[in-house]
Every structure is written in structure tokens, then in C-alpha cells.
């Protein structure tokens, strides 16, 4: 599975990006799909979590209520809405799959990622 994130970008606190994650392969829709983010000089943290079929989500604690994970297993894309960006946002966004994942935050448990996408909050 080849991965290939976009929409990232530059925008004002407050505002919102959608980033989307388009993979090869007709295989997508058995995987288990994950956004992760690394801001400079740290580590990469999970961000979200979605199930093969969608019916499951995860997202780690300083996003709830502002960012949304959703796929398109017809599409092969998965999505990451994020609304009311804050400037600790600032990062660069990878997708990742997993065959099988337990943890969503679990960084080995995924097989393939994206190269990235820049989201640059201004305050």
C-alpha cells in the first residue's frame, strides 16, 4: 500500500483544514487507518484512529471535539477534518495503515506511511 497525504497548508487560530490521505491498492478497505503529527524537535504522536469498515474511532485527548477522522473505502482515501486549529496544531500530518492494529497510538503497529503534510497554524 502506497500512501500520499495533502491538504495541508497555512491557516489562522480558529480556522479549519481537511487533510486527505489517498492509498494504492485494492487492499485499503482492510486496513486499519491512523493520522499521526510531529511538531519540531518532538516526537510523532498519534492524532486519530479509524477501523477498517469506519464503525470504530479513536482520537487522543487535545483533539476531541475539534478534528474528525472518516474514510472512503471506494475512494481508498481516508480523511482528517480539523476545525478550530489551534497553534500547538503546527506539525507535520502522516497517514499511516496498519493490518491489524491494537493501540491506535502504537507507531509499530502500522506497516506503511505517508510522506507528510505541513499544517502551519498562525496565532
Known amino acids: 500500500v502506497q500512501l500520499q497525504a495533502f491538504g495541508g497548508g497555512l491557516v489562522q487560530a480558529g480556522g479549519s483544514l481537511r487533510l486527505s490521505c489517498a492509498a494504492s491498492?485494492?487492499?485499503?478497505?482492510?486496513?486499519?487507518m491512523g493520522w499521526f503529527r510531529q511538531a519540531p524537535g518532538k516526537e510523532r504522536e498519534v492524532v486519530a484512529g479509524?477501523?477498517?469498515?469506519?464503525?470504530?474511532?479513536y482520537y487522543t485527548d487535545f483533539v476531541k471535539g475539534r478534528f474528525t477522522i472518516s474514510r472512503d473505502n471506494a475512494k481508498n482515501t481516508v480523511y482528517l477534518q480539523m476545525n478550530s486549529l489551534k497553534p500547538e496544531d503546527t506539525a507535520v500530518y502522516y497517514c499511516?495503515?496498519?493490518?491489524?492494529?491494537?493501540?491506535?497510538?502504537?507507531?509499530?503497529?502500522?506497516?506503511?506511511w505517508g510522506q507528510g503534510t505541513l499544517v502551519t497554524v498562525s496565532s
Open positions: 479509524i477501523s477498517w469498515s469506519g464503525g470504530s474511532t
Open positions: 491498492g485494492r487492499t485499503f478497505s482492510r486496513y486499519y
Open positions: 499511516a495503515a496498519g493490518g491489524y492494529v491494537t493501540n491506535y497510538n502504537h507507531v509499530y503497529e502500522y506497516d506503511y
